[in-house]
């Protein structure tokens, strides 16, 4: 059974020449699951180019979001040219397959290279794949979903929509 759970409701992020990571605040611990499909969805776009990195790491040290198998530092890559907006294409990563980073405990969000005078509007809903019993029991989405503590999806219409 998947868990539908929303990594980033809509937020705009505005440049500082830099890149810019979700706070630790908002990361989500996604232990007991290991497939994960990727949904975003970018709203208002004024930047010329820059790659929003899903990042994962066993633990919230920083160290380990940069870690990865193949030199690539994120679990997953959304290229975004000049003027992308709409729903991008739906992303998996399997653990069992999985080339850059293996879904470990921690995700969160990095904008890469935002230049200072851009800014970008977006979502991210992530699409949970149950793993198999493990010894910890199930991890806290499972409790919060069982339990109805965990919101499901709302349609657009009630969400802050930046497109109107």
Excluded at 10 to 19: A, D, H, L, P, R
Excluded at 34 to 47: H, L
Excluded at 133 to 138: E, V, Y
Aim: with cysteine; aromatic share 10%; proline share 3%.
């Amino acid at each position: 059974m998947a868990y539908s759970v929303c990594l980033q409701d809509w937020v705009t992020v505005n440049g500082n020449g830099n890149s810019v990571t979700q706070a630790e605040s908002d990361w989500l611990d996604i232990q007991g699951f290991q497939d994960i499909a990727f949904y975003v969805e970018i709203g208002n776009n004024t930047v010329a180019s820059t790659n929003l990195d899903i990042q994962t790491s066993p633990t919230k040290d920083e160290v380990f979001f940069g870690a990865s198998i193949s030199g690539n530092a994120y679990l997953q890559r959304f290229t975004l040219g000049a003027g992308t907006t709409g729903v991008q294409g739906v992303a998996v990563v399997r653990w069992s397959t999985a080339t850059n980073q293996i879904p470990a405990r921690y995700v969160r969000w990095r904008l890469t290279s935002m230049p200072s005078s851009s800014a970008i509007s977006f979502r991210i809903w992530l699409s949970l794949n149950q793993a198999g019993w493990s010894a910890g029991g199930s991890s806290a989405i499972a409790h919060a979903v069982a339990s109805g503590g965990l919101a499901r999806p709302m349609s657009v219409g009630r969400m802050n929509n930046p497109l109107g």
